[in-house]
């Protein structure tokens, strides 16, 4: 929060307001474990409470911290506000914060850390339903805890996926259901991928608990590949087996209603095995892009048909992305849109250029984009959301970028989210990751968290409204 004072002055101020809360005498005792607190009806309400409120045991933040409930008059704040130039209106030297307009408290609000946000919900019934507005939480990532699949009160730590890179996921009615995976290389030489993983999990984006599908058929150990959803099936393709052969080129299906994975039997002129491309659908065709053989990167599209089962070499025109593996793709708008990448012959900088292709022309064309455009970077994370694209972390060969940029598709402009507080979170997965989007929430989950040097299992929540 330091770091950003000198853009935000308010943050001074509201430091002393924090430490005035803490310091002040409560009205009433601490609730217990038992106690009801009192809660404001809030649209936003439940969201907030369910993501931010709960620790890592399941026990309530405001049950830990003790309830603090204070009276409008009791809180006062003298020279520091009337030297603050963030108020557009004359003010006396007195001022009671709880007199403020909602307006203002929450402008305030909105430059603050989770945590402080979080302890100061415990400070009065008013500032509680303040901070539970969605304009102060949008940008900002959560860490989500699951809970357990059990009525148990005993202290038992919630199944779920073991930490591991580039899985695949898939939105499906309120589950993420997410594949395999990996925990990085067990031979960095051989470029021989360690403990790649055929396990498939299921997470409840409502009640926030993973199920692990013990599911029939095929099991093919998978990672970085493709997973994209056709007719209530998840259609998986390619990827790396981390053994002989290290690369596939197998389409396979997971039938979500019978519980069921076989081999998708297809026909044609289908790609050779690969990793790290990327697939979206559109009109019955699942659309391949890009990938990695194990010798060299590609730039061809391929699209399979998934009502014959019959591949196709699309034949494209216009300004064709240089090969790439390791990119970010996605479907919108009747287009493909591309960012990002990585090949040898090229540097990382070359690869910071939006690509738009036109599945009814098949024409490829480079958009000019304008604002904060992202430099180069490779095994980032993109998803669409309302006409508006989020490129999260990455990694230029050097470094991994902790950072979060929005792009306007109609507008073709990119926007650095500078009030997200993504570099606050050391357990997030920068690259290498998996996302799905519910109901105006960005959902990640594992990935490589360059701070620890490892790969992680956890969850984070990005609100988009």
């Not at 607190?37 to 936003?44: D, G, L, M, V």
């Not at 793709?329 to 012959?345: A, E, I, P, Q, V």
């Not at 669409?384 to 230029?396: A, I, Q, R, T």
Request: glycine content about 6%; hydrophobic content about 30%.
């Amino acid at each position: 929060m330091d770091n950003n004072e000198d853009k935000l002055p308010q943050l001074k101020l509201f430091k002393l307001f924090l430490k005035l809360f803490s310091n002040h005498p409560t009205t009433t005792s601490p609730k217990t474990k038992n106690s009801k607190s009192q809660q404001p009806s809030s649209s936003s309400q439940s969201w907030v409470d369910s993501n931010i409120n709960q620790n890592e045991d399941g026990e309530n933040e405001c049950q830990l911290s003790g309830q603090r409930n204070l009276s409008s008059d009791s809180i006062l704040i003298c020279t520091e506000l009337s030297k603050s130039n963030i108020f557009q209106f004359n003010i006396d030297t007195k001022c009671y914060i709880l007199e403020m307009a909602d307006e203002l408290l929450i402008s305030i609000c909105s430059g603050l850390s989770i945590n402080d946000l979080i302890h100061l919900r415990l400070t009065s019934k008013r500032l509680y339903g303040l901070c539970n507005d969605m304009s102060i939480w949008k940008g900002r990532f959560v860490h989500v805890n699951t809970l357990n699949n059990s009525s148990s009160f005993l202290s038992i730590k919630p199944k779920r996926p073991t930490p591991r890179l580039c899985p695949s996921s898939i939105l499906y009615d309120k589950y993420m259901y997410v594949y395999g995976g990996d925990n990085g290389y067990k031979d960095q030489f051989l470029s021989l991928i360690g403990d790649v993983k055929n396990d498939l999990w299921r997470y409840n984006l409502e009640s926030r608990i993973w199920e692990e599908i013990l599911y029939s058929g095929m099991k093919p150990k998978l990672t970085e590949h493709t997973s994209v959803l056709y007719n209530g099936k998840i259609i998986m393709f390619g990827g790396s087996t981390g053994c002989s052969p290290q690369y596939s080129s197998i389409v396979y299906q997971y039938d979500i209603n019978l519980n069921s994975l076989t081999v998708f039997e297809t026909k044609g002129n289908g790609p050779s095995p690969r990793s790290a491309h990327t697939a979206i659908v559109y009109n019955d065709n699942m659309y391949v892009f890009g990938g990695w053989d194990g010798c060299k990167s590609n730039n061809k599209l391929y699209s399979l048909d998934l009502l014959t089962k019959h591949w196709s070499l699309v034949t494209v025109s216009g300004t064709i992305p240089h090969q790439r593996r390791a990119h970010c793709s996605l479907f919108y708008n009747h287009s493909l849109y591309l960012f990002g990448g990585f090949d040898t012959d090229k540097p990382a900088s070359y690869f910071n250029s939006m690509f738009k292709l036109d599945l009814d022309t098949c024409i490829w064309e480079e958009l000019k984009c304008g604002g904060d455009v992202p430099s180069g970077r490779s095994r980032s994370s993109m998803i669409e959301h309302k006409g508006k694209f989020y490129l999260y972390g990455g990694w230029d060969r050097n470094n991994y970028f902790q950072e979060i940029h929005e792009f306007d598709a109609k507008h073709q402009h990119w926007t650095k989210m500078s009030y997200s507080n993504i570099d606050q979170m050391e357990s997030i997965g920068l690259g290498q990751n998996c996302s799905v989007i519910f109901k105006d929430q960005l959902i990640t989950f594992g990935g490589y968290t360059p701070l620890k040097k490892a790969s992680t299992n956890e969850i984070f929540s990005l609100r988009l409204e």
